[in-house]
């Protein structure tokens, strides 16, 4: 019987850099999609799904991502001494996530990439399957997709990637999974990971997204790549890398996420984002309804 998945990585250590000059002074990770930065989106996902352990790695000054979550007494208090009691509500309420989660921080140190903040997060984890979800996905599904996820390591016992439908032509964007076996419901067996492939060249017709069930085998092989990293000095260490590696003897799952998924990494796809989460807000959606359709006709929500 598979380990339960108590713990998960949100890596956020990185720069932002394609959402500059935004960026500069704060985190990509902070920045709002609806009422909500994005980083709480993801928060909320893993509670949601059952996860009682969130190591949140950073780098440089990010204190404003902890500031955040931090529960704030004396701003409660204020807010409702002055009548302000659905904000005071509010800001209670993050707070709290901050204990249901266990929020833990940890700054990032080692080679460049995005492998090096699981490996510092998984030293405390022994042989624990672990949940990794990057802060820049916002998804929108019935059930969250670090719950998908969990369901199909479950179903298991082994390494699974979060997978979504591509058109052919995103190929060059994305790592594509080899598939080696479709066993229904978005449950597929595959055999390594090509990255940014031609559509031509593509081996599948799925894009491997922003979430991963590690398990400690994966673990070993960042650890493996860290070791040879110190060696040369070259490339940056890469989960991917460590999943083809193991993928090579090996058994890894991707799982199909049923979700709408909204990416915030860069700027057209952040404002999608924030757009489709405005119009779908219950009290401000319908003006922004008729604002769209005021500037340039009608508008549904993707």
Known sequence: MPKTIRRAVIPAAGLGSRLLPLTKATPKEMLPVGDKPVIEHTVRELLASGITDITIVVSGDKSVIQEHFRPNPLLVTQLREAGKTAYADAVEE??????????????????????????????????????????????????????????????????VLALMPMDANDSRRYGVPVVKEDFGDGL?????????????????????????????????????????????????????????????????????????????????????????????????GPHLHELARELGGPVTPG
Not at 119 to 143: Q, S
Not at 215 to 244: F, K, S, V
Not at 245 to 258: E, H, L
């Open 94 to 159: 993050v707070g709290e996530l901050s204990r249901s989660g266990h929020i833990t921080y940890l700054h990032q140190h080692g080679p460049y990439g995005n492998g090096t903040p699981v490996l510092n997060a998984a030293r405390n984890f022994g042989d624990e399957p672990i949940l990794v979800l990057w802060p820049d996905d916002v998804f929108v599904a019935e059930v969250p997709r670090a719950q998908q996820l969990i369901r199909a390591y479950e179903a298991t016992s082994c390494p």
């Open 188 to 284: 597929l067996r595959i055999t390594g990971l090509v990255e940014k492939p031609s559509p031509r060249d593509a081996p599948s017709a799925y894009a491997a997204i922003g979430g991963y069930v590690v398990t400690p085998d994966i673990i070993d092989e960042l650890r493996e790549q860290t070791r040879r990293w110190h060696e040369h000095r070259t490339g940056e260490i890469y989960l991917t890398d460590a999943i083809n590696a193991y993928a090579g003897s090996r058994a890894v799952y991707g799982q199909v996420i049923q979700r709408k998924w909204y990416d915030t990494g860069n700027p057209l796809t952040y404002l999608i984002a924030q757009f489709a989460a405005a119009l779908a807000d219950p009290e401000h």
